[in-house]
């Protein structure tokens, strides 16, 4: 027995032939749409991600803003005495920003030996021509006893 596909016209052996042309061949879906909202949401997507690395790599590149101040304190021998867990140590290296790589920074939690020597009691503690100033010192104070200029 011959089947007949009604559409074309063409003959097959098997009902089941037939079917599987049908389907293939002279179905009535549409072909699916491509859904451009969407790829133009992840391509937004990607390209803030994009902007955003950018924008933190160029901003880490720049100098600091105390960069002279922190390297001329060093020059001059000034060393800052503190702990990374007091937060009053936190906050005198938090002035300096990104300049504070530049300071000498010894934590006396690593060097008691060193901090008991020169009999560093509270933390902060500043080291400046010879002179301990203890706490959270001012960069007026740091400029003026150290002679280095804002």
Request: proline share 2%; glycine share 6%; with cysteine.
């Amino acid at each position: 027995m011959e089947y007949r596909c009604n559409e074309c016209s063409r003959n097959f052996d098997g009902e089941e032939s037939l079917k599987q042309h049908n389907l293939a061949k002279h179905t009535n879906e549409k072909p699916k749409k491509i859904n451009f909202k969407k790829y133009f949401i992840f391509i937004a997507i990607i390209l803030i991600i994009v902007l955003l690395g950018l924008s933190i790599v160029s901003s880490s590149k720049k100098p600091g803003k105390y960069d002279d101040f922190a390297k001329c304190l060093t020059i001059n021998g000034a060393v800052i005495y503190g702990n990374d867990y007091c937060e009053y140590t936190q906050n005198q290296l938090g002035f300096f920003g990104k300049s504070k790589k530049y300071l000498n920074y010894v934590k006396c939690a690593e060097n008691e030996e060193l901090c008991d020597s020169k009999n560093v009691k509270i933390t902060p503690t500043w080291e400046i021509n010879g002179t301990m100033h203890q706490q959270v010192q001012t960069f007026e104070a740091l400029s003026r006893i150290s002679g280095c200029e804002l």
